[in-house]
């Protein structure tokens, strides 16, 4: 049996690994064997392939798995949560002042201050919640 016949042997090998266990790496070293299979399928000898192997696969991890994960990370972020909050429209409840105050956000009673000390807020008026400390809304 020729020995590209073996290295694409090698690749479909690791293709099954990479199916399985949805690793990015399995796939990368199946490149690599593809990469050996071709320098096989040219008549270099098997110093070469191996070398061509060993030098496909780490520069595939060392470029392409770190470009890879990059492109993963950057989907959008949910935030969930008290994290969630900060951003919201809330309607005063009972008048809301530097001191302290009630705010319905989100179907919720909170406790709310205002952010800033010469601020007041009176029931009905929209805030916008700018920062949650404990169990308190700041709002402004």
Do not use: C
């Not at 770190?66 to 492109?71: F, G, L, Q, V």
């Not at 969630?84 to 956000?105: F, M, N, S, W, Y």
């Amino acid at each position: 049996m020729d020995s590209w016949l073996w290295w694409l042997l090698v690749a479909v090998g690791l293709g099954i690994p990479l199916a399985i266990t949805v690793l990015p790496e399995f796939g990368l070293f199946a490149l690599g064997a593809v990469g050996a299979a071709i320098v096989a399928g040219v008549g270099a000898g098997v110093v070469w392939q191996f070398v061509t192997f060993l030098v496909v696969s780490v520069a595939m991890l060392v470029v392409v798995r770190p470009i890879a994960y990059r492109k993963l990370d950057r989907g959008p972020r949910v935030r969930m949560g008290i994290e969630a909050l900060p951003g919201a429209r809330a309607t005063v409840q009972e008048r809301v002042d530097h001191e302290g105050g009630r705010i319905k956000l989100n179907g919720e009673i909170w406790s709310a201050r205002a952010l800033h000390p010469d601020r007041v807020y009176e029931p009905g008026q929209q805030v916008d919640v700018v920062e949650i400390q404990g169990a308190t809304a700041l709002v402004d």
